[in-house]
């Protein structure tokens, strides 16, 4: 049933890509890490006083607002209308326990942190890897999950660990710590996809050598593909937690407490399990 969805939204990710996304790939070799440090420190002058608009509407008990960009299953995407997923449920947990209504927003996922800087969102989840980086922009909860980038090479492929990418071209979703971490790889060329889908599409279509791409998400997308497989050894391992604006500790707070709940209630594994079978 899980498996179906997944199958699903997949499949679905796979007809946008092919109808709408044609050659959406740019060949910029710079290195992403630095987009997402633009505006630290200007941010940070303000961090404490503020009354974000997340923190008026957590006393009035009213709606929050989460943005994602649901090209990530297991942990978001597109089941028919609704987005749902991982991170999709713990955040309506969370929600519940805050006795809040919870609204989702989808975007691409070098949006998602300035939205939560800016107040347009309450927060993100988005399989969101805490990063120094990100710190400065950002306020991380607690992780509530373990995470890896891996890569995915065609069955056959002459890469057979991270120490072969060097001079080959990488698929990547934009702004994501795979993007950031494939900055780091000898002459790499860098292609950048709006989501992790598309890297794989080109990789299957042999317009990249090899994907840097989160380990759960990759396993949906090598599933959904022939020919792909994950090798063993990945490229990092990573953590992700939410993200709410810098400064807002009430709901940093409110949303630590809850996630601390979900946790030793087993509900939290009980979530991942819907979603992840074991091997
Ligand atoms: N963990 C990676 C990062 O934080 C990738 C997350 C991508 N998430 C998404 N919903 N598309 O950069």
Same mark, same amino acid.
């Given at each position: ?16 890509? %092919? @109808? ?8 910029? @070799?710079?290195? #992403? ?7 630290? $420190? ?20 009213? !709606?929050?607002?989460? +943005?994602?960009?649901? *090209? ?14 991982? =991170?999709?449920?713990?955040? !309506? ?11 989702? /927003? ?12 800016? $107040? ?9 890897? +805490? ?6 922009? +950002? ?9 890896? /980038?891996?890569?995915?090479?065609? *069955? ?7 120490? =072969? ?11 994501? @710590?795979?993007?950031?971490?494939? $900055? ?6 860098? /292609?950048?996809?709006? !989501? ?11 317009? +990249? ?14 599933? *959904? ?6 090798? =063993?050894?990945?490229? @990092? ?14 709901? %940093?707070?409110?949303?630590? #407490?809850?996630? !601390? *709940? %979900? ?17």
């Amino acid at each position: 049933m899980k498996k179906n969805k997944i199958a699903v939204a997949v499949a679905l990710c796979m007809a946008a890509v %092919l @109808t709408a996304c044609g050659g959406t790939a740019k060949t910029e @070799t710079t290195k #992403a890490a630095g987009a997402e440090t633009t505006k630290a $420190g200007a941010e940070t002058t303000k961090a404490g006083a503020e009354t974000t608009k997340a923190a008026e509407s957590s006393a009035a008990g009213g !709606k929050l607002v989460m +943005v994602t960009n649901a *090209e990530f299953p297991p942990y978001e995407y597109h089941d028919n209308n609704d987005i749902v997923g991982i =991170d999709a449920d713990i955040a !309506k947990a969370i929600a519940d326990k805050m006795g809040m209504e919870l609204e989702i /927003q989808d975007m691409a996922f070098d949006s998602l942190i300035p939205a939560v800087q800016s $107040g347009k969102a309450d927060f993100t989840a988005a399989g969101m890897t +805490v990063n120094e980086d990100r710190k400065k922009n +950002v306020d991380f909860t607690d992780t509530y999950a373990q995470a890896a /980038q891996v890569i995915i090479v065609k *069955e056959g492929s002459e890469i057979k660990a991270p120490a =072969d990418l060097d001079g080959k071209k990488i698929g990547v979703q934009t702004g994501t @710590t795979g993007d950031i971490y494939a $900055g780091d790889i000898k002459d790499a060329n860098i /292609q950048r996809f709006n !989501k992790g889908m598309e890297a794989v599409m080109a990789l299957t279509q042999g317009k +990249v050598d090899a994907v840097v791409i989160d380990r759960e998400p990759a396993k949906v997308f090598v599933k *959904e593909n022939a020919g792909l497989k994950i090798l =063993d050894e990945a490229f @990092t391992e990573e953590e992700y937690a939410i993200a709410v604006k810098k400064g807002n500790t009430e709901l %940093l707070e409110k949303m630590n #407490a809850a996630i !601390k *709940e %979900l946790k030793d209630s087993g509900e939290l594994q009980k979530i991942v399990d819907k979603y992840i079978t074991a091997e």
